[in-house]
């Protein structure tokens, strides 16, 4: 079974991720999928540096991740010609490891973990969906403590997001980790339960 796994940015995503993978959950991550192929030397690097510029590159040749993610929060345009550049390969790579851990394992659950997958338009490609949520106010506040972000900063990180309600509530299962981690943890292993009894 192939499941969507999402959320918004610091709704603990990571955490659940982790949850499921003790449980036997096999993990396809878009984020570091997303970190290799901008590695030094990859082709999707250098079509990156040719459209914005050397100045988004390190001295050691991979991507300013945080310069980069200043320049496009508030740009739409340029999100979208970043995005037009490493999609396709992130979404082909997505879609390997998935088929890959599937034919080892017929049986098995997988999770690709994606944190734009309503944003991407990918949520068909998946059985089921899972959102990690949080209340806004509570996504907002960790987000400012974890990335020492202004309340504007962490507002413009929020906003170019879909919104965590309306994920929420075009999610199949949702799991609210606004909670203790002893209650995350019983969420997932009862999500798991229903999946594996279908």
Excluded: C
Aim: charged share 30%; net charge negative; proline share 5%.
């Amino acid at each position: 079974m192939r499941i969507g796994l999402t959320g918004g940015i610091a709704t603990g995503k990571s955490t659940v991720s982790r949850l499921l993978e003790a449980e036997g959950v096999r993990i396809v991550d878009a984020d570091v999928i997303a970190r290799n192929v901008m590695n030094p030397g990859q082709p999707l690097l250098e079509a990156v540096a040719k459209r914005f510029g050397p100045e988004f590159l390190l001295p050691e040749g991979g991507l300013d991740r945080r310069r980069m993610a200043e320049h496009i929060f508030n740009r739409p345009e340029e999100r979208e010609a970043l995005n037009a550049i490493v999609h396709p390969a992130i979404r082909a790579e997505i879609r390997r490891q998935v088929e890959a851990w599937e034919a080892a394992s017929p049986n098995v659950i997988v999770a690709a973990d994606i944190p734009l997958l309503y944003e991407s338009g990918l949520e068909e490609l998946y059985e089921k969906i899972v959102v990690v949520y949080v209340p806004q106010e509570v996504q907002r506040s960790r987000l400012m403590l974890r990335d020492k972000l202004s309340p504007e900063q962490a507002d413009s990180r929020l906003n170019s997001q879909l919104d965590i309600e309306e994920k929420k509530h075009r999610a199949d299962y949702v799991i609210d980790n606004s909670g203790s981690m002893e209650d995350t943890k019983r969420q997932v292993e009862e999500l798991l339960e229903k999946l594996r009894s279908r």
